[in-house]
C-alpha cells in the first residue's frame, strides 16, 4: 500500500502560481495529478512516469504547468503558472503500480486526500 500525502494548495489571484507537492511512501510506476471543481467530473492534469521522466498534460495546461518527479525523495510536484479561474479546484495526487498511465482514474491504484486550489479573477 502506498501513502500520498499533498501540500501547497492555497488562494492566488489570477495570473499567479503556486507549487503543489505529493509525497509517497512507496514504489510507484508513475504519478498524475487530477482536479475536481464542485459540480463537475474528476479530471487528469498532467502525469508522469517516474522512471523515464515521461510527461503528459492536458490541452487545458499545456505550457503552464510543469509536473516532475524527484526520485530521490519519491516527491511529485505540480508547478502552475498563469493561473486561471476555472483551475479552481480541489487537486488529487494519484499513483500506479504498473501498466499503461494516462489521464483517465482508472489507470491508478493509489489517490492522496487532496487539497484546495482557488484563484480569484
Known amino acids: 500500500q502506498v501513502q500520498l500525502v499533498e501540500s501547497g494548495g492555497g488562494s492566488v489571484q489570477a495570473g499567479g502560481s503556486l507549487r503543489l507537492s505529493c509525497a509517497a511512501s512507496g514504489y510507484t510506476y508513475c504519478m498524475g495529478w487530477f482536479r475536481q471543481a464542485p459540480g463537475k467530473e474528476r479530471e487528469g492534469v498532467a502525469r508522469?512516469?517516474?522512471?523515464?521522466?515521461?510527461?503528459l498534460y492536458a490541452d487545458s495546461v499545456k505550457g503552464r504547468f510543469t509536473i516532475a518527479h524527484d526520485n530521490a525523495k519519491n516527491t511529485l510536484s505540480l508547478q502552475m503558472n498563469s493561473l486561471k479561474p476555472e483551475d479552481t479546484a480541489m487537486y488529487y495526487c494519484?499513483?500506479?503500480?504498473?501498466?499503461?498511465?494516462?489521464?483517465?482514474?482508472?489507470?491508478?491504484?493509489?489517490w492522496g486526500q487532496g487539497t484546495q486550489v482557488t484563484v480569484s479573477s
Open positions: 494519484a499513483a500506479a503500480r504498473g501498466g499503461f498511465c494516462g489521464l483517465t482514474q482508472n489507470a491508478y491504484n493509489y
Open positions: 508522469i512516469y517516474t522512471a523515464s521522466g515521461n510527461t
